[in-house]
């Protein structure tokens, strides 16, 4: 079928941490807003339906994986990604995050090091933080206009403390789909030093045409069993209030460990029975929607850059390679964070991801989230020209 992803949804049906929390922080209803993580889009209609079916049954008990939702999964990374994954390597969690503190809390000790490479959302810092783990940047650097791993920087940043590296796959901000040859490089490493890698793989299914993800877990036998890969339909298929994600790891030690992590708080009974059959439908009935739906994001980047090659030359524009996200350079302007905050959030009255908060390379940058209609993302593009016509 054909989706309209030009439609405008009914912003009085809604209540959102994107929209309407930030309306009501500012105490300004007319905020565009293109901050929070999520997609101004209705979901897949496969996904709709799924779980319109349970909503007909009307039994919201404790849900049961059949064996179509594991189906499902393994198709998808084999269909989309050509790693061939088993039942027994999959389990779940409520959403990415809650996975990182398992592992952290299972894989190191109060004081060991956490590797991330900034910027990267600010989560990853504050889960290492909040469990008294120590957090160490490698910060990407950018050749000819593209981010890379710092290679010899992580290489100076491994201590016998260091116990695990956090990876962002897709990266999110900057759009990155890492390549066969990055990763293994990256991986080799790790290995030599006994570094657990922990790949957050959220983003997934929303890479731009001519990219493929991969993810690092199918390098080899080796890094699978040296990787623990998390992933989830919430980022890719718009479903993020759903609360279901997946813990894919080879490796039953890993396995082992997590389901330990669980029985802390009771996390392996229960889970939310929507998650799962929206879970199922999106991996198993959704390519056409993702396909159409990287079509639209493409052309909104294009809108982006085209918009600030004309209006704001000033301005560098990083292209992605995934995500629905664009990575801007507002260095030029000379304004400290706090400054740059200002100038979107109170003379542009438009609502973006600051940079600074994601770590060491962010400060100056903004990352404004384009998964939404053509029309919404212009008058943003506009309203952000004319805060800044207002400057000189």
Partial sequence: MKYNFDEVLDRSKLSTMKWEAQMKRKND???LCFGTADMDFKSAQPIIDAIQKVVDVGHFGYPYKRQSYYDAIIG????????EIRQEWIANSLSIYPAFQSFIDGLTEVGDEVII???????FEEIIHANGRITVENPLQIKDGKYIFNIEDFKA????????????????????VW???????IANICLQHGIVILSDEVYMGLTYEGYTHIPIASISKEVSLNTITLASPSKSFNVTGLKHSLVITENQKFQEIYQNELLKNDQHFGESIFGHVATEAAFAH???WIEQLMTYVEGNYHTVYEFMKINLPEVKVYKPESTYFV?????FLGMSDSELTSFFEDQARTIVNQGYSLGTGGSGFIRINIGCPK???EQGLQRIKNAYDQLK
């Fill in 29 to 31: 209803d007319s905020l």
């Fill in 375 to 377: 029309q919404i993302l």
């Fill in 327 to 331: 990575w801007l350079d507002f260095n």
């Fill in 179 to 185: 390549t066969r040859e990055e990763l293994t490089e």
């Fill in 286 to 288: 959704c390519d056409e």
């Fill in 117 to 123: 490479q900034t910027p990267v959302h600010f989560v």
């Fill in 157 to 176: 940043k491994i201590s016998p403390k260091t116990k695990l590296l956090i990876l962002c796959n897709p990266q999110n901000p900057v759009g990155r």
């Fill in 76 to 83: 998808w990374f084999k269909r989309r990604c050509n790693w």
